[in-house]
């Protein structure tokens, strides 16, 4: 796995290019002199938790048989703003799922990711303790 990094201006807009071609920018914040063109890196961290974990939970739905229409994550990350580096102090994820879901098969699909296979799980939880909860929406067209 390779990333490559090039800079896009004067400042502090970035963009990550990977092997197949992919990219996604980042940028500092407007306080330290950023354009605000990209996302924080910080933010990229926990977009990144959400990816990893969101494809995990929908793989084991799928393989559980599970009718998942959707899915949508939404990621708290709490940061301590009185050191620096400003590490974080807790995440929090809430699963938002829909469709016509099993609550039990749902809870395991999210623990298993959760705790065994997401690998960007499994590296931040030995800095920053991670929680999680799910609710259940109907499927969209009930």
């Not at 974990?53 to 229409?69: C, G, N, S, W, Y």
């Amino acid at each position: 796995m390779q990333i490559e990094i090039k800079r896009l201006n004067d400042l502090f807009h970035l963009e990550a290019q990977n092997a197949e071609g992919r990219r996604v920018q980042s940028d500092g914040s407007p306080v330290i002199g950023g354009s605000n063109l990209g996302m924080r890196p910080m933010e990229m961290l926990l977009s990144s938790l959400g990816s990893c974990t969101a494809i995990d939970v929908i793989h084991f739905l799928k393989k559980m048989r599970q009718p998942l229409e959707d899915i949508q994550l939404r990621i708290k990350g709490e940061r301590d703003a009185n050191r620096m580096p400003s590490p974080f102090t807790h995440i929090h994820i809430h699963y938002t799922l829909y469709g016509a879901l099993d609550p039990q098969k749902a809870e395991r699909a999210i623990r298993m990711s959760a705790e065994k296979y997401c690998s960007v799980s499994r590296h931040l939880e030995k800095s920053v303790p991670i929680s999680w909860d799910f609710s259940i929406q109907p499927p969209r067209g009930e």
